[in-house]
């Protein structure tokens, strides 16, 4: 079971707009719209930012979007501002072992 | 308030054994699946496994089938990670989450760090 694929690392200016990629399979991203955003500052429990591809839970700014497109799905954020330099991780239902799977993460610095 | 509280650091000798837990409240804790993540130091966060506590339905992650056991305790609200013999890879830090599958693990815990050395 591969971790799925994401840039090790993304950087932007503050206002400016980014996106990060995680790249699965049929068997994962492509498959299911069952892909999930997660946010984690240094030291901190992981933040729920985007699931089921597109949606986003209550409190997370609309600067925060998702979509995918064949096994790929993507996170951006627009407006960049600097509390958003932190690791962001995809994760994916896969049918290959009904536990989800994370990509290795991105490091976003604003700079 | 839905809240996931995580047991204390640890320390352990390889060859040990060891149980960590995490205690859910402010929400129905039958009703949702809570799943367990590893992160090494310095690494990217990694599926154990979940368990339904309100019917006990485990599942493993392959790289982690056979080398933990997750549990559950639904009398007081408690799901467990163990290891019955610790190695040294095992030093990490441990998240629960409360999860629902396909739409993510919307409360965390605040990690257990578990040390294994000699």
């Known amino acids: 079971q591969s971790a799925l694929t994401q840039p090790a690392s993304v950087s932007g200016s503050p206002g400016q707009s980014i996106t990060i990629s995680c790249t699965g399979t049929s068997s994962d991203v492509g498959g299911y719209n069952y892909v999930s955003w997660y946010q984690q500052h240094p030291g901190k429990a992981p933040k729920l930012m985007i699931y089921e591809v597109s949606n986003r839970p209550s409190g997370v700014p609309d600067r925060f979007s998702g979509s995918k497109s064949g096994n790929t799905a993507s996170l951006t954020i627009s407006g960049l501002q600097a509390e958003d330099e932190a690791d962001y991780y995809c994760s994916s239902y896969t049918s290959s072992s009904t536990v989800e799977v994370f990509g290795g993460g991105t490091k976003l610095t604003v700079l | 308030e839905v809240q996931l509280v995580q047991s204390g650091a640890e320390v352990k000798k390889p060859g040990e054994s060891l149980k960590i837990s995490c205690k859910g409240s402010?929400?129905?804790?039958?009703?949702?699946?809570i799943g367990w993540v590893r992160q090494m130091p310095g690494k990217g966060l990694e599926w154990m496994g979940i368990?339904?506590?309100?019917?006990?339905?485990?599942r493993y992650s392959p790289s982690f089938q056979g080398q933990v056991t997750i549990s559950a305790d639904k009398s007081i609200s408690t799901a467990y990670l163990q290891w019955s013999s610790l190695k040294a890879s095992d030093t990490a830090m441990y998240y629960c989450?409360?999860?629902?599958?396909?739409?993510?693990?919307?409360?965390w815990g605040q990690g257990t760090l578990v040390t294994v050395s000699s």
């Open positions: 368990i339904y506590p309100g019917d006990s339905d485990t």
């Open positions: 989450a409360r999860h629902e599958v396909g739409e993510g693990s919307d409360y």
């Open positions: 402010g929400y129905s804790f039958t009703s949702y699946w």
